[in-house]
């Protein structure tokens, strides 16, 4: 039997949250969302993965190109995907095993940027992936 697990950030986000993450935005009217450094961690359930699905976004305006991101698992396992557009998104990772625990997979962002840098802000921080909900398909 399969089990969804949603996890809404600003809600129930943070027994997921690894090393990586800042805290809670939210950009106008747009659901709550937490940015990803450079490097982002996040910590799976023990149950069996079937896909993990991420509700994301990226300032591709503000950068002037696609988000370039990794997913990687513990088996070193790379799920590419590229953000082209400041809509949000459905990128979906399925497991070289499905229905085998992971404890953990790592957002690696190749593109980070800085505000200070490209909008001369006072904000010094390298992000990544915006990131809304998270859902989880376990066995």
Same mark, same amino acid.
């Given at each position: 039997?399969?089990?969804?697990? +949603?996890?809404? +950030?600003? +809600? =129930? @986000?943070?027994?997921?949250?690894?090393?990586? #993450?800042?805290?809670? @935005?939210?950009?106008?009217?747009?659901?709550? +969302?937490?940015?990803?450094?450079?490097?982002?961690?996040?910590? !799976?359930?023990?149950?069996?993965?079937?896909?993990?699905? !991420?509700?994301?976004?990226?300032?591709?305006?503000?950068?002037?190109?696609?988000?370039?991101?990794?997913?990687?698992?513990?088996?070193?396992?790379?799920?590419?995907?590229?953000?082209?557009?400041?809509? #949000?998104?459905?990128?979906?990772?399925?497991?070289?095993?499905?229905?085998?625990?992971?404890?953990?997979? @790592?957002?690696?962002?190749? =593109?980070?940027?800085?505000?200070?840098?490209?909008?001369?802000?006072?904000?010094?921080?390298?992000?990544?992936?915006?990131?809304?909900?998270?859902?989880?398909?376990?066995?």
């Amino acid at each position: 039997m399969n089990v969804n697990r +949603f996890y809404v +950030f600003g +809600f =129930n @986000e943070r027994s997921i949250l690894g090393e990586g #993450w800042y805290d809670l @935005e939210r950009l106008g009217d747009g659901p709550p +969302f937490r940015a990803t450094s450079a490097r982002a961690t996040l910590i !799976l359930p023990k149950f069996g993965l079937q896909e993990l699905a !991420l509700i994301c976004c990226a300032r591709t305006k503000t950068t002037g190109q696609p988000l370039q991101v990794d997913l990687v698992d513990p088996r070193g396992q790379v799920t590419r995907m590229d953000l082209c557009s400041e809509a #949000w998104h459905i990128r979906r990772y399925i497991p070289p095993e499905p229905g085998q625990p992971l404890e953990y997979l @790592e957002i690696l962002v190749r =593109n980070p940027w800085s505000p200070n840098r490209l909008l001369g802000s006072s904000d010094r921080r390298l992000l990544g992936l915006f990131v809304s909900a998270i859902r989880l398909c376990c066995v």
